[in-house]
């Protein structure tokens, strides 16, 4: 079973009816213990991150996030949930973040935004577990303003270019964060959250 966490803010239906259709299990969940019994935890989210680590705070699910990501369990950030990965924000001024990955979040420089459909994934780890078996170029689907800076170049698994080369697909250990969309992506979408689902620590 894949926990999919609801603090009201992401699109929550559609991840967890696109990873049933690759033959998971999942289960939206606003209760932190469900993470505990999990096989594997997703983090979607739509909006900014200030309001996004306020209600991680009330519902109690910042400290079970920590604590299930460092006994090993597979943990997925999709969007904005990728970006809460991260320690800070610049997103309405200095916000703090989860902290499991090293680095900021920074706002687009110069350029139409948000960033609104499809781009290419560039990829710079082949052999991250979300990766197998994908088919290149693969393009996929985005929706966002702002992007992840991490401080090591290792976590970044791909890259995709909107003005700037960026990290859109970033991996360590058991953590994975995608900028990009899967449930929204097609094909491409579908083979990353099967890879996700399959994946053992």
Not at 63 to 75: C, L, R, Y
Not at 118 to 128: E, T
Not at 160 to 168: P, R
Request: net charge positive; aromatic share 8%; hydrophobic share 40%.
């Amino acid at each position: 079973m894949i926990a999919i966490i609801d603090y009201g803010m992401g699109n929550l239906r559609s991840v967890q009816k696109a990873l049933e259709k690759v033959g998971g299990q999942a289960m939206v969940t606003q209760n932190p213990q469900d993470l505990t019994n999990a096989q594997g935890i997703v983090l979607p989210g739509v909006g900014a991150m200030r309001p996004a680590m306020g209600q991680l705070n009330a519902l109690g699910f910042t400290t079970a996030i920590k604590k299930n990501v460092e006994a090993g369990k597979p943990f997925l950030g999709i969007c904005l949930g990728c970006q809460l990965l991260f320690e800070t924000s610049d997103e309405g001024g200095k916000v703090q973040g989860l902290g499991l990955l090293k680095g900021e979040v920074k706002r687009f420089p110069s350029l139409k935004i948000p960033q609104i459909g499809w781009n290419q994934l560039n990829v710079q780890q082949k052999d991250c577990p979300l990766l197998t078996k994908m088919k290149t170029p693969s393009f996929v689907y985005f929706c966002h303003s702002y992007y992840v800076k991490p401080n090591d170049a290792n976590v970044v698994a791909a890259t995709t270019d909107y003005g700037i080369e960026y990290a859109s697909l970033v991996w360590q250990k058991n953590i994975f964060g995608v900028q990009f969309h899967p449930e929204k992506s097609q094909t491409i979408g579908l083979n990353l959250l099967k890879n996700f689902l399959d994946y053992q620590p």
